[in-house]
Each structure stands twice: as C-alpha cells, then as structure tokens.
C-alpha cells in the first residue's frame, strides 16, 4: 500500500514536472478542448481569433462569428469556455420546442444563442452536463 502511495506521488510530481517545462506553447496545442481561448495572442492563429472576436463584439460580424464557431469551439467546452472564445455571452433559451425537433436532444440539455449577427441568424448551441454537445465547427466553415 506504502508502495503504490509512494509510485503515485512520484507519478504526480513527473506529471507535473512535464507540464510545466513543455510551455504554454506546447499546451496551447495540446488539444484541451477551450484551453487555447486563455492562452495570449502570441502567434498568428490566436490575432486573428483576437481580431474576429472583437469584430464580432462591435458589429456582430457574420463571418467573425462563424470563423470563432469554426476554429475556436468544439464539443465539450463549457459554457464560459465558449463565451470567452466568441468574447458574448450567450442568451438562454426557455423554450426549446421549436430548436430541438427532431434531433438527438435531450429535454434536460441546456440550450444558448448567440445572435442575431449581422446577417440576421442566430446560432444555437446545446449544453449536456455542462459542456457543448452534438457541436461540428465544419457546419461553420464557409458561411
């Protein structure tokens, strides 16, 4: 028992010791799922999520939206992973009825918009256990 205590906390420690020398680069690309919208803007993908953000935030921006939707979110961020990624808070929806026909969506599943953007469409995305759920960034690709 004393063993296996002694072989985790070593376990721990290297773990630890791995993440902390491989560097905020290395993490960014890790693929953690929302991790890279808290990562600062020290390359070239993370200016132009910067600046679609903040295109989006002033003029609610069609194309900024659906660029931050394609190459920033991803099932299984959290709600505040995605806000933080499109730069707005999301809208709850109550009623559900008209969005969650036909789909593999649960009545428990919480349910968000963003928009209307300045095409006039809104984007839903639906939130299982708190995370994003039954989300594809290539239906974002080319608005």
């Known amino acids: 028992m004393r063993n296996q205590t002694i072989s985790r ?3 721990t ?6 993440l902390l020398s491989a560097g905020c680069e290395t993490m960014h690309n890790s693929g953690i799922p929302g991790f890279d919208s808290f ?12 600046r679609h953000r903040e295109e989006y935030q ?3 921006d069609h194309n900024s939206l659906y660029w931050l939707l394609a190459h920033k979110i991803a099932s299984g961020m959290t709600l505040n992973e995605v806000e933080a990624a ?3 808070s999301g809208e709850r929806e109550l009623d559900t009825s008209r969005v969650a026909k036909g789909g593999p969506y649960q009545i428990t599943d919480l349910v968000y918009k963003w928009g ?15 995370r994003v759920y039954n989300f594809d960034p290539h239906d974002y690709k080319n608005p």
Do not use: T
């Open 9 to 11: 906390s070593m376990g």
């Open 86 to 88: 499109i730069g707005e």
């Open 58 to 60: 002033q003029s609610h």
């Open 116 to 130: 209307p953007d300045s095409s006039g469409f809104s984007v839903i995305l639906f939130f299982r256990d708190g």
């Open 39 to 50: 990562a600062q803007p020290d390359n070239e993908a993370q200016k132009a999520a910067a």
């Open 13 to 18: 420690l290297v773990l630890s010791f791995l």
